[in-house]
């Protein structure tokens, strides 16, 4: 149930659900926002959620029930993602907005229930695909703003995530990149040919993905839990230009004005700076006052997600999704 006044007047009532790696931060930035109020924080590891809590300045409770039972305008779930459907849909049935942190379920059926179940309330629902608002790739989605984009290849490796995770490399990273490229190249994926394998872990650990879109671009993920540092890269081939953007470091190149004697024009380009995390809270809560549409749909997350499920289908290693062309 949500708080009686009406949320443009008054700071929204936000909690957290799933005070892992990626709830604490969500609760970090919460608890900084402007016109945000960060009212509790939920996880059935009480330590855990009392720790954050009170470093916060927040109350502390067992799960997302009797953070609802709080009055709140908004809830982030940041439970593991097989979590996320009941709890989603627990908060959208309370009449609460709510952010699913990505990917928006394990199945695109329980994504599809998600989306419908906030259709139909009438409340705000937004998948944290926080790479969305990395200032490196909406550099990159400049530059190539107008341009005709031939292909688009990432790159996402590094080491074991720290949890423990009941989901492989694919849908966990490289569902992140499956979302990029459907934004970068505002098409749809009509095609995917995958190669993933578990080189070391019980799930796939390890994936080449290709892709080709809609509108003829060819993509494709490199993506791996079994290099020992961090890189998170992008290139995208246009027509007149080489664009290479680290998500990382957040400097983006671009290689443009090739000329007959092979010679070429090389510019480091303006990146902003900016959370991504923020950005991305700032998006949810604007779009939760107003009734805006949210920059990462439900619908796009179920796109993403199936884009994601339909890689390991080919290998019959996941429930069979919508199954894509494969050319
Ligand atoms: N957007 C991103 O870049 C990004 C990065 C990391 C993780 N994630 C997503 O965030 C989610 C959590 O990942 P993480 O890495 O923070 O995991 P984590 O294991 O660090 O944290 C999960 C937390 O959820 C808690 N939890 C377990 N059952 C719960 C329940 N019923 N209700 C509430 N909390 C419960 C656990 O005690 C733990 O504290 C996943 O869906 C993951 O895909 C997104």
């Not at 290693?317 to 050319?327: D, I, K, L, T």
Request: net charge negative; aromatic share 4%; charged share 20%.
């Amino acid at each position: 149930m949500a708080h009686p006044a009406a949320p443009e007047a008054r700071a929204l009532r936000v909690g957290v659900t799933g005070i892992g790696i990626m709830g604490s931060n969500h609760a970090r930035v919460l608890a900084e926002l402007p016109g945000a109020e960060l009212v509790a924080v939920a996880d059935p590891d009480q330590a855990q959620a009392e720790r954050v809590a009170s470093f916060l300045g927040c109350k502390a409770v067992g799960d997302h029930r009797a953070l609802l039972d709080l009055g709140l305008d908004a809830v982030v779930v940041a439970a593991p993602t097989h979590l996320h459907h009941k709890i989603a849909l627990d908060v959208i049935g309370a009449g609460c907005s709510v952010l699913v942190e990505k990917p928006i379920a394990s199945t695109a059926e329980e994504g599809r229930e998600i989306v419908e179940a906030a259709r139909q309330k009438g409340v705000t629902l937004m998948i944290g695909h926080v790479e969305r608002f990395n200032p490196a790739v909406r550099a990159v989605k400049e530059a190539i703003r107008g341009e005709h984009i031939l292909s688009v290849a990432f790159t996402r490796v590094g080491p074991f995530p720290p949890r423990m995770s009941n989901v492989g490399v694919v849908i966990d990273l490289a569902v992140h990149d499956i979302d990029l490229i459907r934004w970068l190249t505002d098409s749809e994926i009509a095609e995917v040919q995958p190669q993933t394998s578990a080189a070391l872990a019980a799930r796939e650990d390890i994936a080449l993905l290709q892709f080709r879109t809609a509108s003829g671009v060819l993509a494709h993920i490199n993506t791996n839990w079994l290099t020992p540092f961090k890189a998170r890269t992008v290139h995208v081939a246009t027509a007149k230009k080489y664009v290479i953007g680290d998500l990382l470091t957040r400097q983006v190149t671009e290689h443009f004005d090739y000329r007959p004697d092979g010679s070429y024009s090389t510019r480091h380009l303006p990146v902003a700076y900016a959370e991504p995390l923020r950005a991305e809270l700032e998006n949810f809560l604007a779009a939760v006052r107003t009734g805006r549409t949210p920059e990462v749909t439900g619908e796009q997350g179920v796109a993403s997600l199936e884009i994601a499920i339909s890689c390991l289908a080919e290998h019959g290693a996941a429930a069979p999704a919508q199954r894509r062309a494969v050319g």
